[in-house]
């Protein structure tokens, strides 16, 4: 905890303590030690209190701009993503035509071209479900029936079906960089 918070909790701490030190030194009554312990134990416990609601106060103010900047991170992130596809919406198009023909040469119908590419999106078969309004049974068998037209074994080989063409182009542009580099 920082000075400036240690003194905004001990400030109206000590004022409190003083207050009611006044108050039980003005009595007018004979001091009766039992009565001056409870107002002692009474004020120690306000006290505590005080700082407990002080102290819960400023860790709220702490997530809260913990949050913000999560916040302000994530939609930074967003922004860039959106950016990132925003200038290459040419080429995630031609992709996306390249997945279809793929797919349309494997033989697969309309229900098991959106299965595969809602896998190929990273979407559970129980959201695919959901997305397309039928049972999880019933995306399974559709599932099962792409990968056999593809003769591929699962979601991992159907991803990496496509991505290794992406890789292994953009890892022949990375190595014609470094040749040229390396060669001047």
């Known amino acids: 905890m920082g000075k400036r918070n240690i003194v905004v909790i001990a400030l109206p701490a000590l004022a409190f303590a003083v207050v009611c030190g006044v108050d039980i030194l003005r009595e007018t009554d004979a001091w009766d030690p039992v009565e001056v312990g409870l107002d002692v134990a009474e004020t120690a416990m306000l006290v505590l209190l ?13 997530v809260d701009e913990e949050q913000r900047a999560i916040q302000d991170y994530f939609t930074r992130r967003t922004a860039r993503g959106e950016t ?17 023909r793929e797919f349309k040469a494997w033989g697969l119908t309309s229900a098991e071209m959106d299965v595969a590419g809602l896998l190929l999106k ?7 479900a959901i997305a397309r309004e039928t049972s999880e049974a019933t995306i399974r068998q559709q599932a099962q029936s792409m990968y056999r037209k593809s003769g591929l074994s699962g979601r991992v080989e159907l991803s990496a079906y496509f991505l290794d063409s992406l890789l292994g182009e953009a890892e022949k542009l990375g190595n014609a960089k470094l040749s040229v580099v390396v060669s001047e």
Do not use: H
């Open 122 to 128: 990273g979407a559970s078969m129980k959201e695919i």
């Open 84 to 100: 990132w596809r925003a200038e290459r919406a040419a080429e995630i198009a031609a992709m996306g035509d390249a997945i279809t």
């Open 50 to 62: 005080i700082i407990a609601v002080a102290w819960s106060v400023q860790r709220i103010s702490s």
